[in-house]
């Protein structure tokens, strides 16, 4: 479903990922309660589990702060 007009250019919103957001957005919604699940799609729960293990074979922790996200975001993307 496009959520924009039909000739818009714009993406499905389906296709919106974390790493569509400002840095320091993430870190500052975080003080608000959104924590990492919460800015992946839930319609795509297979994308936070690949993250989430990515991130951890590469960085050995979880990916569970939003400064972790934002790493993730900026290094393995």
Same mark, same amino acid.
């Given at each position: &479903?496009?959520? $924009?007009?039909?000739? /818009?250019?714009?993406? $499905? $919103? /389906?296709?919106?990922?974390?790493?569509? *957001? %400002? +840095?320091? &957005?993430?870190?500052?919604?975080?003080?608000?309660?959104? #924590?990492?699940? &919460?800015? @992946? =799609?839930?319609?795509?729960?297979?994308? $936070?589990? #690949? %993250?989430?293990?990515? @991130? =951890? /074979?590469?960085?050995?922790?979880?990916? /569970? &702060?939003?400064? +972790?996200? *934002? +790493?993730?975001?900026?290094? @393995?993307?």
């Amino acid at each position: &479903m496009n959520v $924009y007009g039909s000739n /818009s250019k714009m993406l $499905y $919103y /389906s296709q919106l990922e974390p790493w569509f *957001i %400002a +840095d320091g &957005m993430a870190s500052n919604m975080a003080q608000h309660g959104v #924590t990492v699940p &919460m800015w @992946f =799609c839930p319609a795509w729960p297979n994308r $936070y589990k #690949t %993250a989430k293990e990515n @991130f =951890c /074979s590469l960085r050995g922790r979880e990916l /569970s &702060m939003a400064e +972790d996200l *934002i +790493d993730f975001s900026v290094n @393995f993307r």
